[in-house]
């Protein structure tokens, strides 16, 4: 069983990695890939929050960072060393696209996935209602940095994919808290 998943998803990369590789690709998906592009976009997402949350900005801020600090720790420093998956950049037979730093560090599950799934599905739940489309855009944002992963070599499909699950609940976990605490705090 395990084998027959582990070429399920060592096909699936090949798709992405080798299969959709183009010159637009291979010079946007770095890009995306890189957590330092995002900082204007997190700084922004900050300052929205204390706009639109006013006095009470510090609880969506706290449980912001709260889903995204466990999903990291969670992929990182639990899951990741536990697992102990080899990179598919590391892994000489799938000759691999590389666009991206790889390092020797365990594949599975994505904490970049994780992470970018967790500020996702928090911020739609904590903003519903406020821009209801924004919230397509967090989705196609997340989905546009777990897919880059693969794309430049660093992950498998299923890692993205776990890392995106794990993210997501953790969000909504902390969103559904978040807005709890909100509206006591209004009442």
């Known amino acids: 069983m395990m084998h027959t998943l582990y070429n399920l998803d060592a ?8 299969g959709n590789s183009n010159a637009f690709f291979d010079f946007l998906m770095p890009i ?3 957590k330092n592009t995002w900082i204007p ?4 997402i900050f ?3 204390i706009y639109i949350f006013r006095k009470r900005a510090y609880i969506p801020i706290i449980g912001l960072v709260l889903a995204v600090g466990s999903a990291d720790y969670l992929t990182s420093g639990i899951i ?5 998956r ?3 950049c590391n892994v000489e037979e799938l000759k691999a696209n590389i666009h991206a730093p790889c390092r020797n560090s365990p594949s599975f599950p994505s904490s970049h996935a994780a992470n970018h799934f967790a500020i996702a599905v928090f911020l739609s739940f904590v903003l519903n209602g406020k821009w209801k489309n924004l919230k397509y855009i967090f989705y196609i944002w997340a989905f546009a940095i777990a897919y880059s992963r693969v794309y430049v070599g ?5 890692d993205v994919f776990m890392g995106g699950v794990i993210g997501g609940l953790l969000g909504l976990l902390f969103a559904k808290a978040s807005k709890h ?3 006591i705090r209004t009442t």
């Open 11 to 18: 096909w699936l990369f090949k798709l992405v990695n080798h």
């Open 32 to 34: 995306i890939t890189n």
């Open 41 to 44: 976009l997190y700084v922004l």
């Open 47 to 49: 300052l929205y929050l």
């Open 80 to 84: 990741k060393p536990g697992v102990d």
């Open 86 to 88: 080899v990179r598919p």
């Open 154 to 158: 660093v992950h498998y499909p299923f």
């Open 181 to 183: 605490l909100i509206n």
